[in-house]
């Protein structure tokens, strides 16, 4: 039997998107675990990983074969793609992981906005999978570890770029005090570290451990700010949250995603021991802001 062969096996599912591609990225990289990729287009990802596997999260029947064999699952569940219940797709995993013997279960979740709040903002992609944890908590895993992605670095050059504003700039115009510090970012590639860390080290952190990742805490001023500093001229107006509420579809959740930021910052409370977990499970600390985007927003793309 080859070496290979006794490696333990991972299945990521999401393996296609950013979060669940930077898993598979620092699964192999770490040498330690064979890796399955599910996604519903295995012909379009041959290579992405030993093996590729199809699954569907809406049909549950797939997840079976999917997960066959599987040492670690991880899971990330996309609220954007249209029809999706978060809720009973995590469940389907779960109920698939269970039957196939799986030992380590990583859940992708997010902060119970609703609690944290006491009902004040109504954050569905948040609490909708804050919800699930509880789900993967009593499903009696050998181990099971909550992570927690930040806002996206790579938000600020995708679904948030800059846009020219009525000024002439280019620039944000959101609903959220550009001066609260309330925004938990990183380099969404970066959630791969501490998954691939948590799935080596499951007796530091698999016992229901939450581990953010973050890169920085700031908010837009010091955005714009470390984005000028490299040769930009953004610029940043806060706009009423009824009027950016409507300006496109899905923006009234988005609207009250900055202002739940805004009151009580996007992990809600004092996160730093988990933090200073998921850094050491990672093995390191995740990039800054300004050195991602130095990389990351070249001046002349977006001008
Ligand atoms: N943007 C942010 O700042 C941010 C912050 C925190 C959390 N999030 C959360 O991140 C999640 C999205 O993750 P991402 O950014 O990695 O997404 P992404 O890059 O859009 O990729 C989505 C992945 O989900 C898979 N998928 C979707 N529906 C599926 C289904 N029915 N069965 C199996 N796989 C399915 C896709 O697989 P295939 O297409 O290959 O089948 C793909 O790999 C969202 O729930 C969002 O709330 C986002």
Do not use: C
């Not at 995993?93 to 039957?99: C, D, I, N, R």
């Not at 196939?100 to 709040?117: C, R, Y």
């Not at 993967?136 to 504003?165: C, D, M, W």
């Not at 093995?283 to 300004?290: A, L, M």
């Amino acid at each position: 039997m080859t070496l290979s062969n006794n490696k333990k096996l991972i299945a990521v599912i999401g393996a296609m998107g950013q979060q669940g591609g930077g898993v598979v990225r620092a699964l192999r990289a770490g040498g330690q675990f064979k890796v399955r990729a599910l996604t519903r287009n295995p012909d379009k990802h041959r290579e992405l990983a030993d093996e590729v596997v199809r699954a569907d999260l809406d049909r549950p029947e797939t997840l079976k074969a999917g997960l066959e064999g599987a040492h670690g699952v991880f899971l990330v569940t996309n609220n954007w793609e249209p029809g999706t219940d978060e809720l009973k797709q995590a469940t389907a995993a779960v109920s698939a992981a269970k039957y196939a013997g799986v030992k380590h279960f990583i859940w992708s979740t997010l902060p119970d906005v609703e609690a944290i709040s006491g009902g004040k903002f109504d954050v569905p992609h948040f609490t909708g999978k804050a919800k699930i944890d509880r789900i993967v908590k009593e499903a009696g895993f050998a181990n099971h570890t909550f992570v927690i992605a930040p806002f996206y670095y790579q938000n600020l050059v995708s679904v948030l770029a800059p846009q020219k504003r009525e000024d002439g700039t280019l620039g944000w115009a959101l609903p959220i005090d550009p001066d609260v510090r309330g925004i938990h970012m990183g380099d969404i590639s970066e959630l791969g570290n501490i998954v691939a860390g948590a799935f080596a080290h499951s007796d530091k952190a698999g016992n229901g451990e939450y581990l953010p990742l973050v890169g920085d805490l700031m908010n837009f001023n010091e955005v714009v700010d470390t984005l000028n500093r490299q040769g930009h001229k953004f610029s940043f107006k806060q706009v009423p949250k009824e009027v950016f509420a409507v300006s496109f579809p899905g923006a009234a959740e988005v609207a009250e995603t900055f202002s739940y930021f805004q009151a009580h910052t996007y992990l809600g409370s004092d996160s730093s021991d988990q933090i200073a977990l998921a850094n050491k499970i990672a093995g390191g600390q995740p990039s800054k802001f300004s050195a991602w985007a130095r990389l990351n927003v070249p001046v002349q793309t977006l001008r």
